[in-house]
């Protein structure tokens, strides 16, 4: 039986690719600092190695301790506001670490990655639908750091293309990941919506939206929101491709295909919480554009991904995970 590695395997998207690969019957071991990821939710049986991955020698030793073939690359510093601050860090963690990830696999001989990308390697993209082949224009050391990182991937499977173990590898590219797949499971970003407006009420707050007179239907701002159970298993329907050696497109967007509002995610909230409130109106930020969506139709072609997502089950999943851990 095979064994893929997930690397930030005990972070929020990394836990649910996790559980995905092991409801498939694919065996798993995590590698995860826990700077941002949480021991509790990796399970008793994952193997769990706490190292950085820029430990080189610790990822080496797991990969050849376990017999990988794979891994499943999501470890990295995913704030792009922050990154403004800490551009330093932001490429140690995202290229550095990426770089000595690839270095640990050509030591321990795994020839496959599936690597998490970003839809901030497109910026602000001069069209409202965000294609593979929109010009990729980042505007944060962490955009620019995940398409140097696809880089550093590109370039190694051309350099070993003729060899005895050549790479295969994809990148997976995606906006804003929210919901759950599992009520122990949730995101405890400081800086991502969904935790940011379910905070603000339970501390008894009113969430605010930013700009209320963008070309809209409703005004507010539109962007991609996806589910992070339907984004674990496309991660693993890829992983199961490289090892199979199927052909795989080098970058893919996870997508909707059809974006959603401020306005929509505040409403469902008061929907599904049973917590009425109106929101704060704010001005717009700068920088803010109107709309992003993303169209995922090449990974619903090969990965099995599902372009829709309904708000309401999106929120309730979050919701349900936020106060069965409040209850604990």
């Known amino acids: 039986m095979s064994t893929w590695l997930v690397t930030g395997g005990a972070g929020y998207i ?27 939710f990796v399970p ?56 000595r990830v690839l270095s640990a696999m050509r030591a321990a001989g795994v020839p ?30 962490y955009g620019e750091s995940k398409l140097v990182g696809e880089w550093l991937i590109r370039d190694l ?21 929210v919901g759950s797949g599992y009520v122990d499971i949730e995101d405890t970003s400081p800086h991502n919506l969904f935790p940011l407006v379910l905070d603000a009420l339970q501390e008894g707050r009113t969430p605010r939206i930013y700009g209320t007179d963008y070309p809209t239907p409703d005004g507010t701002c539109v962007r ?32 909707s295909g059809d974006g959603i509002s401020v306005r929509q995610i505040m409403d469902a909230v008061a929907e599904v919480t049973g917590i009425a409130f109106e929101p704060e109106l704010a001005p717009r930020r700068p920088g803010d554009p109107a709309r992003i969506v993303a169209d995922g139709s090449l990974a619903a072609r090969d990965l099995d991904w599902t372009m829709n997502h309904d708000v309401r089950e999106l929120v309730r999943t979050a919701w349900a995970a936020r106060r069965a851990r409040d209850s604990r």
């Open 14 to 40: 990394g836990a649910h690719v996790v559980r995905a690969f092991r409801e498939v019957g694919t065996d798993v071991v995590v590698v995860d600092d826990l700077s941002s990821g949480h021991e509790e």
């Open 44 to 99: 008793d049986d994952v193997p769990f190695v706490r190292a950085s991955i820029l430990d080189e020698p610790a990822v080496t030793a797991a990969m050849t301790e376990h017999r990988v073939v794979g891994v499943v690359h999501l470890a990295g510093f995913k704030y792009a506001g922050v990154s403004v601050q800490r551009p330093l860090h932001t490429y140690e963690q995202n290229v550095t670490g990426t770089a």
């Open 112 to 141: 496959s990655i599936v690597f998490s990308s970003s839809a901030a390697v497109y910026g602000t993209p001069e069209t409202e639908h965000v294609i593979e082949k929109t010009p990729t224009m980042p505007e944060s050391p």
């Open 157 to 177: 499977a051309r350099a070993t293309a003729d060899s005895a173990t050549p790479l295969r590898c994809t990148a997976l590219r995606y906006f804003n990941v």
């Open 224 to 255: 991609d929101y996806v589910g992070v159970a339907a984004l674990a298993r496309a991660h693993v329907a890829a992983a199961a491709a490289l090892e199979s050696g199927l052909p795989l497109e080098p970058v893919y967007n996870l997508g």
